[in-house]
T-cell receptor, first 116, second 110 residues
Framework: NAGVTQTPKFRILKIGQSMTLQCAQD?????MYWYRQDPGMGLKLIYY???????DKGEVPNGYNVSRSTTEDFPLRLELAAPSQTSVYFC???????????????FGPGTRLTVL | QQPVQSPQAVILREGEDAVINCSSS?????VHWYRQKHGEAPVFLMI?????EQKGHDKISASFNEKKQQSSLYLTASQLSYSGTYFC???????????FGQGTTLQVKP
């Protein structure tokens, strides 16, 4: 199993450009998440999904969009990139069928994004 | 509401013990603990689902006090490999969604 994979690993964008951060998991997990982590800070939830076709906002959704057409993939779209979106972006997934169950989140390696 | 971790940073010598606290102003359903080494992704340590539950993983253990709305992570006889930033996350029962604390940086020196 590859686990959670993210592409690209690094990206530099100009202000106003758009891009899509890719995330895929091969563990058949229902739940998927996007976080951003600013330097020296904690993880902030951007969007999450509890299954294909279902997404919802997290703590910091402004400037981002997501879609979940399959169980495996959960891309994050940045429209009109701004310097405030410079951050490391982590995708994660968890099994999550039963709220009482073991809900460990598995993280991808991250995408380091710089907006200049 | 983001949980609050204390202390913000700890420096230890090998073999010393440390405690990291995580407090919430809201009722807690579950508490998750993760460790992140510099430049890497967070890695799961343990989850506590019930009030009063304690769990252990090698020499790292945690407790969960539902009444006080807090959890504590105990690192015993610390090793160099324990260095990193520790995050607690408080969980939502229906969505698996976590809200993470700001992190506690632990540095273990020889």
């Amino acid at each position: 199993n590859a686990g959670v994979t993210q592409t690209p690993k690094f990206r530099i964008l100009k202000i106003g450009q758009s891009m899509t951060l890719q995330c895929a998991q091969d563990m058949n997990h229902n739940y998927m998440y996007w976080y951003r982590q600013d330097p020296g800070m904690g993880l902030k939830l951007i969007y999450y999904s509890v299954g294909a076709g279902i997404t919802d906002k997290g703590e910091v959704p402004n400037g981002y969009n997501v879609s979940r057409s399959t169980t495996e993939d959960f891309p994050l779209r940045l429209e009109l990139a701004a310097p405030s979106q410079t951050s490391v972006y982590f995708c994660a997934s968890s099994y999550g069928r039963d709220p009482q169950s073991y809900n460990e989140q598995f993280f991808g390696p991250g995408t380091r994004l710089t907006v200049l | 509401q983001q949980p609050v971790q204390s202390p913000q940073a700890v420096i230890l010598r090998e073999g010393e013990d440390a405690v990291i606290n995580c407090s919430s102003s809201k009722a807690l359903y579950s508490v998750h603990w993760y460790r992140q080494k510099h430049g890497e992704a967070p890695v799961f340590l343990m989850i506590l689902l019930k009030g009063g539950e304690q769990k252990g993983h090698d020499k790292i253990s945690a407790s969960f006090n539902e009444k006080k709305q807090q959890s504590s992570l105990y690192l015993t006889a610390s090793q160099l490999s324990y260095s990193g930033t520790y995050f607690c996350g408080t969980g939502n029962s229906n969505t698996g969604k976590l809200i993470f604390g700001q992190g506690t940086t632990l540095q273990v020196k020889p």
